[in-house]
C-alpha cells in the first residue's frame, strides 16, 4: 500500500512520462520533475532493442525481463522533510550508472534502467551517505523503493556551519520557510514563530506583511483554518506542531487546478503541521479582568487528524482601543463572538470544509479633527469633534465540498451566506471660520443591514493526453444593503467674520437607501499541451453586474411623520457586462517560465435613472489586454520575475447619467455621457534570494502604474445665498497619472540565528492629476521610509527586539504652491522580555513606542511615550498554566496625530484613548499527540500544502 502510494505521489510530480521528457524537464503546472538522470556507460545500446508485446502468452508461463524500467522514490531527513537537491545515483554494472537530483519534495525519478537490481548511492550536503543494495522484481515496470531516510552530519569549515536543506526556499508563488530552524519558548504561538522569520512584520493584531506585501488569509494543510482568520490562527496554533510555513500568492481555486493565472493574487499564508503532530488535540484558554471595568477571554480548542480538523473558538472582552499596539482610534470595544469550524476527508475521493462565524463588537469612540480648506474665495479653517457609538453583528457561514469522481473528473461546490447589521449613532460638531463662517451641530443615526449570499460551483476534466484539461467555473452572489439615516442638525450662518447670524435652521430628515447587486459570472478555460515544456491556454468568460438603486429623501414633521422631498430623491437601475476572450503560450524551462498572450474585453453598461423621466444609458466599450508573465530562477533560492497586467475601469452610472443629482444638495452631482473608460497598466518586477551558508535573505520589488482616462472629480466650489459652499462634482477623463515605487528588505541571520538584523524600506513616487473649479491641478508626493529592526536572542534568558523607523512625506501641489508639506516622522520602540529562575518560569515582558513627528502644526503635534508591561509566571511541569500581571499605558500618554493633505485641504485628526489601565489574567495550555494519520498501519503521504493523501 505504502509503495502504490508513493508511486501515486511521483506520478502527480512528475506530471509527464519521461519517455516525452527532454532532460528531465517538469511536468504540467511548471512543477519540475526529479530530473531525467545522467548516464555514464561503454554499453552499446543497440544491441537491446525493445521487445514486441507478444500475445497469448499462457497465464502460467514467466514473462521475460523487461529491457527497461522506472526506478523512482523519496529522500527524507528524520524529520520527515523531503530532501531537496539530493544525489541519486544508481551503479548497475562496473561501467554502467546514473545519477540525477530530487525535485522540491524529495522525489527521484529515473527512467530506462536496464536492470532491477543494482547498487544506489545516496547524499546530500550535512548528511550522511546511504549505500544500499537493491534486489527487485525483474518483470515490473516501474520500481518505487522505499523511502531513505538521511541522517545529519554537521561539518565546520571556517566558522561556518552547513546542515542540510536551506531554511527558506523560492518556489513558483510560494515562499517556503522550515520551522525547525527558527527557535522559540515553550508554549509559543505561531506569531511568535513568524517574528522570527526573515522578511515577516508580524502586528499586535494579528496582521502579517511579507516582504513589504500584507497577507490576507490562513490556511492549515492547505484548507482555510477556522474560516480563512489570519488572525486567529498566528495567536492560537502552537508554533511547536509548526513543520513549515509557506507565504503563496493565491490566484484562486481555478487557477490551482489549471495553473492559469488571472489577475491579481492574495498573498495567503499555509502552515504545515508535522508529520508526529498530525494527529491528536490542543486547547488554548484564557480570561482576565482589569481596572475600568476592563477585561477579556478566549477559548480555542482544536482536534486534528490529519485532514480531519475541528476548531471551537469563542471570545469575550472589553478592552481601550490602541493601546496595546501603541496607535488606532480612541474609545472602548467591546466584543463577543464563536468560530466553529469542521473539515474532514468523508472519503477517498470526498472532501468537506464548513464554517461558521458569528461576532459582536459595540465600539465607542472619541475623535477631535481641525485643519483648513482652501477655496478661490479664501482659506476656511474647522474644528471637528465626535463622539460616536456603533454596534455590528455579523454572522458568516462557508460550506466547500471536494468531489474527486474519478481519475479524470473533478467537482467542486461552495455555497455561503453572510449577514451584517449595524447601528451607529453619531454626535457632532463643525464650527468652519474664514471665508466661510458656518457652525453645524446635531446627531447622526444610521441602521444599515446586509445579507449577502451565493456560492460558486468549479468542474475539471482531465484527457488521457497529459496536461490537457478542461474546466469551468460558475459564480453567483447577491448583496442586499438596506440603510436608513436620520440627520437631525442645527445650521447657523454668520454674517461674514462676525458672531452676527444671518440665518438660523434646523434640518430633519430620514434618508432610506436601498442598494441591491447580483453579480454572475461563469469562466470556462482549456488547456493544449504541445510538448512536454508548453502549452497553449484558451479562456473565456462573461461577468455581469446588476445594481438597484433607489435613495428617499424625507422631512420629519413635529408629529414624526415622513414627506418626501422628489428633488432630493434618486431612484437608478444598471448593469455592466463584461466578457474576457484570452489565448496564452506558455514555456515551462527548467530556468525559466514564460507567458505571452492578448485578453479582448468587449464590455457593455446600460441602465435607467427612474427618478427622472426614465433617462437611459447604452455604451459598449472594447479593448485588448496583452498577457505577460516572466520568471526567471538560478535556483530554488534565487529567483526573478516581471509581470504585466492591464485592466479597463469603466465609469459608474452616476458618472455618466446627463442629469443633475441633488439627493445631497451640499454635494450635488452632474454626469458626463461622454466620459471614456479608464485603462490602467500594472508591472511588477521582483526579485529575491536567499544565501543559505550566509543566512542572508534579500528581496526586492519595484512596480509602476500607469492610468490613461483617468476619471476624475471636477470639484467646483458654488457659493450659495446663505454665504455657505456648496461643492458640485462633475466629471471628466485626464491622462498623465502614474505611480512608480520600489521596496527591498535584507534580513541577515547570526551566530546561529542569536541575532537577526533586519532592514527595509521604500521609496514611492505618485504623479496625481485632478481638477478643481475647472482648473487642472498637479499633486506630486515623495514618500521615503527606512525601517532597521534587529533581534537579539543572545542567549535563552535575554530577548531584545530595538526598531527604529523614519518615514519622509513631501507633497507639492501646482495650484496652491505655498501649502507643500514635508512631514518628517521617527519612530523609536523596543519590546522583548527577560527570563527568570532556573526552568526560565518566571519573566518579564516590556514594550515602549516613541514617535517624533515634525512639518506638523505645533497646536496639534503629538509625540507621545507609549509603554506597556508584563510579569508571566508558569507553572506545572509542562507550563500548563500561566499567570499574568500587565499594565498598559504606565505614564499615561496614549495620544496620536494623524494627517491628510489634498490639494484643497489639510486635515489634523487628534485621537485620545482612555489610556492607562491593569490587566489580570490566566492562560491554560493542554496538548495530547499521539503520531501521524497512518492507513493499513502505515503513514499516509503529503501533498506539498501539507494534506494528507488518502
Known amino acids: 500500500m505504502k509503495k502504490l502510494l508513493l508511486l ?40 537491446n532493442p525493445n521487445r514486441q508485446q507478444q500475445t497469448g502468452r499462457p497465464q502460467n508461463e514467466t514473462k521475460p525481463p523487461l529491457p527497461f524500467r522506472e526506478v523512482s522514490g523519496i529522500i527524507k531527513d528524520t524529520a520527515d522533510n523531503g530532501l531537496i537537491g539530493a544525489t541519486v545515483k544508481l551503479k548497475i554494472s562496473a561501467t554502467d550508472s546514473i545519477s540525477t537530483t530530487t525535485n522540491e519534495d524529495g522525489v527521484f525519478i529515473i527512467p530506462n534502467v536496464k536492470s532491477a537490481t543494482f547498487v544506489v548511492t545516496i547524499s546530500s550536503i550535512g548528511y550522511k551517505t546511504v549505500v544500499k543494495k537493491m534486489l527487485n522484481n525483474d518483470v515490473l515496470p516501474r520500481l518505487v523503493l522505499d523511502p531513505f531516510i538521511l541522517k545529519s552530519e554537521e561539518h565546520t569549515l571556517e566558522g561556518v556551519t552547513v546542515n542540510g536543506t536551506p531554511s527558506i526556499t523560492y518556489k513558483t508563488d510560494t515562499v517556503e520557510y522550515r520551522a525547525s530552524d527558527y527557535k522559540v519558548r515553550p508554549n509559543a504561538t505561531v506569531d511568535e514563530l513568524l517574528k522570527k522569520m526573515e522578511g515577516m512584520e508580524v502586528g499586535s493584531d494579528g496582521s502579517v506583511t511579507h516582504q513589504g506585501q500584507k497577507l490576507t488569509k490562513a490556511k492549515l494543510n492547505g484548507k482555510d483554518y477556522a474560516g480563512g482568520d ?69 477559548v480555542n480548542a482544536n482536534r486534528i487528524n490529519g485532514n480531519q480538523v475541528v476548531v471551537v473558538d469563542g471570545n469575550l472582552r472589553n478592552t481601550i482601543n490602541g493601546v496595546g499596539s501603541g496607535g488606532g482610534s480612541g474609545g472602548t470595544t467591546k466584543a463577543s463572538g464563536i468560530n466553529l469550524n469542521y473539515r474532514d476527508q468523508l472519503s477517498k475521493k470526498v472532501q468537506i470544509n464548513t464554517s461558521y462565524r458569528f461576532n459582536n463588537t459595540r ?143 434646523l434640518v430633519y430628515r430620514n434618508i432610506a437607501r436601498s442598494n441591491l447587486t447580483k453579480n454572475y459570472r461563469t469562466s470556462a478555460t482549456y488547456v493544449e499541451p504541445l510538448d512536454s515544456l508548453s502549452q497553449l491556454e484558451f479562456n473565456a468568460q462573461v461577468n455581469r453586474r446588476s445594481y438597484s438603486n433607489e435613495a428617499l429623501t424625507s422631512n420629519i414633521d413635529s408629529f414624526g411623520q415622513l414627506q418626501i422631498i422628489d428633488s432630493l430623491s434618486n431612484i437608478f437601475n444598471y448593469a455592466f457586462t463584461e ?143 446663505r454665504g455657505a459652499f456648496i461643492y458640485e462634482r462633475n466629471f471628466v477623463n485626464i491622462d498623465g497619472n502614474y505611480s512608480v515605487n520600489g521596496n527591498y528588505s535584507i534580513s541577515k541571520q547570526l551566530a546561529d540565528r542569536k541575532y537577526n538584523l533586519s532592514l527595509n524600506g521604500g521609496i514611492n513616487y505618485n ?119 500587565q499594565v498598559f499605558d504606565i505614564l499615561k500618554q496614549n495620544n496620536f496625530v494623524d494627517q491628510t493633505i489634498t490639494s484643497t485641504s489639510i486635515t489634523n485628526t487628534l485621537t485620545n484613548a482612555l489610556s492607562r489601565y491593569f490587566m489580570f489574567s490566566a492562560r491554560v495550555n493542554l496538548q495530547k499527540w499521539s503520531g501521524s494519520p497512518k492507513r493499513n498501519g502505515r503513514s499516509l503521504q503529503r501533498r506539498g500544502d501539507g494534506s494528507f493523501i488518502y
Not at 511521483?10 to 520533475?33: L, N, V
Not at 529567483?639 to 465609469?651: A, K, M
Open 363 to 505: 465600539v465607542n469612540s472619541i475623535n477631535r479633527s481641525e485643519g483648513q480648506q482652501f477655496t478661490d474665495r479664501g482659506t476656511i479653517n474647522f474644528r471637528n469633534s465626535s463622539d460616536s457609538r456603533n454596534r455590528n453583528n455579523t454572522h458568516n457561514f462557508n460550506f466547500e465540498l471536494e468531489y474527486n469522481i474519478d481519475s479524470a473528473n473533478y467537482l467542486k461546490v461552495s455555497p455561503y451566506y453572510n449577514y451584517s447589521g449595524a447601528f451607529n449613532s453619531n454626535t457632532s460638531s463643525t464650527f468652519r471660520t474664514g471665508a466661510e463662517h458656518r457652525d453645524i451641530i446635531g446627531t447622526n443615526s444610521g441602521d444599515n443591514t446586509t445579507p449577502n449570499y451565493g456560492g460558486f460551483l468549479f468542474y475539471q476534466h482531465l484527457f488521457k493526453k497529459k496536461r490537457r484539461n478542461f474546466s469551468i467555473q460558475l459564480n453567483i452572489s447577491n448583496n442586499d444593503q438596506e440603510n436608513v439615516n436620520i440627520q437631525n442638525n442645527n445650521l447657523i450662518y454668520y454674517r461674514n467674520d462676525s458672531d452676527s447670524v444671518s440665518i438660523d435652521s
Open 579 to 721: 466578457a474576457r476572450f484570452a489565448v496564452n503560450y506558455r514555456l515551462n524551462q527548467k530556468k525559466y517560465n514564460l507567458s505571452l498572450g492578448v485578453t479582448a474585453v468587449p464590455t457593455l453598461l446600460e441602465g435607467t435613472k427612474v427618478s427622472l423621466g426614465n433617462v437611459s444609458i447604452h455604451r459598449t466599450n472594447f479593448n485588448l489586454i496583452p498577457i505577460a508573465r516572466f520568471e526567471y530562477a538560478w535556483s530554488r533560492q534565487e529567483r526573478f520575475s516581471i509581470n504585466y497586467s492591464g485592466n479597463p475601469n469603466e465609469p459608474s452610472f452616476d458618472q455618466i447619467q446627463p442629469v443633475r443629482d441633488e439627493s445631497n444638495p451640499q454635494s450635488p452631482v452632474v454626469g458626463n455621457p461622454n466620459l471614456k473608460p479608464a485603462f490602467v497598466h500594472t508591472v511588477n518586477l521582483r526579485y529575491n534570494n536567499y544565501i543559505t551558508n550566509s543566512r542572508l535573505n534579500f528581496s526586492a520589488n519595484v512596480g509602476t502604474r500607469i492610468v490613461n482616462n483617468r476619471i476624475v472629480n471636477n470639484t467646483i466650489q458654488i457659493l450659495d445665498p
Open 8 to 47: 501515486l505521489l511521483i506520478t502527480i510530480y512528475a506530471g509527464t512520462t519521461f519517455a516525452q521528457r527532454t532532460g528531465g524537464g517538469g511536468g504540467g503546472g511548471g512543477r519540475q520533475g526529479g530530473g531525467g538522470g545522467t548516464r555514464t556507460t561503454t554499453t552499446d545500446r543497440q544491441n
Open 230 to 298: 489570519l488572525a486567529k490562527a498566528i495567536q492560537s496554533l502552537p508554533a511547536d506542531i509548526v513543520e513549515k510555513i509557506q507565504v503563496v500568492d493565491d490566484y484562486g481555486d481555478q487557477a490551482a487546478r489549471t495553473g492559469i493565472k488571472d489577475g491579481d493574487p492574495q498573498k495567503i499564508l499555509n502552515i504545515t503541521t508535522k508529520p508526529d503532530r498530525s494527529v491528536g488535540h490542543f486547547v488554548r484558554a484564557n480570561a482576565g479582568i482589569g481596572s475600568q471595568k476592563r477585561f477579556e477571554s478566549n
Open 767 to 885: 504623479h496625481d492629476v485632478s481638477m478643481t473649479n475647472n482648473r487642472v491641478s498637479l499633486t506630486d508626493q515623495w514618500n521615503f521610509n527606512q525601517r532597521l529592526g534587529p533581534r537579539i536572542n543572545p542567549n535563552e534568558n535575554i530577548e531584545v527586539n530595538p526598531y527604529v523607523g523614519y518615514d519622509v512625506t513631501r507633497t507639492y501641489f501646482s495650484l496652491t504652491p505655498d501649502k507643500n508639506t514635508n512631514r518628517r516622522t521617527t519612530t523609536l520602540s523596543i519590546d522583548g522580555q527577560f527570563f527568570f529562575l532556573k526552568e526560565r518560569t518566571l519573566r518579564f515582558g516590556y514594550s515602549a513606542n516613541k514617535n517624533f513627528i515634525q512639518g506638523v502644526a505645533s497646536n496639534v503635534s503629538r509625540n507621545p511615550l507609549v509603554i506597556n508591561a508584563r510579569v508571566e509566571k508558569e507553572f506545572f511541569a509542562r507550563r500548563n498554566l500561566t499567570l499574568t500581571f
